[in-house]
């Protein structure tokens, strides 16, 4: 009997287009004014870290945000600044997950943070080459790293303009862009887009 009910189940959600894949793997595009990047979430690794972004995404706190800090060879940073420097009032900071074995590699994203571990709020990078330093080492002090949750599956040449930019100081804030980078929207993508 519990065989049939969970075979009925399983054929329910397939014609009602849920994909199992699709909830541990969900898709998210961020829209900027330099075009589009489309971001992979791994749940599986770091299931708190995608739930917070997500939270994010589906409030629009990133809409009519800015990439406010560029680092040439380094990352791009979003996520919590409005094109006048403004800062957005977010949730209470979350745990940290770097621990989960992910690596800051060329493409990946990861949460931006303060010098506490478990500071990081809606604030993200996009890594633009190896990190390794940012990596998880130990649960002590500059040990814990910072939390990779994802990677870019499409839009990297957007990254690679946004990290070319030129910079300034701004409001006191050292690397934001001269040419103020929008992130017109942020959207889950349902279904995902092709790789």
């Not at 478990?118 to 910072?146: C, E, M």
């Not at 990290?163 to 349902?190: C, F, L, Q």
Request: net charge positive; charged share 20%.
């Amino acid at each position: 009997m519990k065989r049939v009910i969970l075979t009925t189940l399983l054929i329910l959600l397939a014609f009602s287009g849920y994909s199992f894949a699709d909830q541990a793997k969900p898709v998210v595009r961020i829209a900027t004014n330099l075009g589009d990047i489309v971001i992979e979430l791994d749940k599986g690794s770091a299931p708190a870290t995608v739930e917070n972004f997500i939270s994010y995404v589906d409030s629009g706190l990133y809409n009519d945000t800015i990439f406010h800090r560029v680092i040439k060879s380094f990352m791009i940073q979003g996520g919590g600044f409005t094109s006048d420097m403004s800062q957005k009032t977010t949730k209470a900071p979350i745990a940290n997950e770097a621990y989960n074995g992910l690596k800051n590699l060329r493409g990946t994203i990861a949460m931006a943070r303060t010098s506490l571990p478990h500071s990081a709020t809606s604030q993200f990078f996009i890594n633009t080459v190896d990190n390794p330093f940012l990596d998880h080492k130990a649960k002590t002090g500059k040990g814990w790293g910072y939390c990779v949750f994802g990677r870019v599956i499409k839009g990297m040449d957007v990254v690679d303009t946004i990290e070319g930019t030129a910079t300034t100081v701004k409001n006191g804030h050292r690397d934001v862009p001269v040419k103020t980078i929008v992130i017109e929207k942020a959207i889950i993508e349902k279904p995902s887009p092709e790789k």
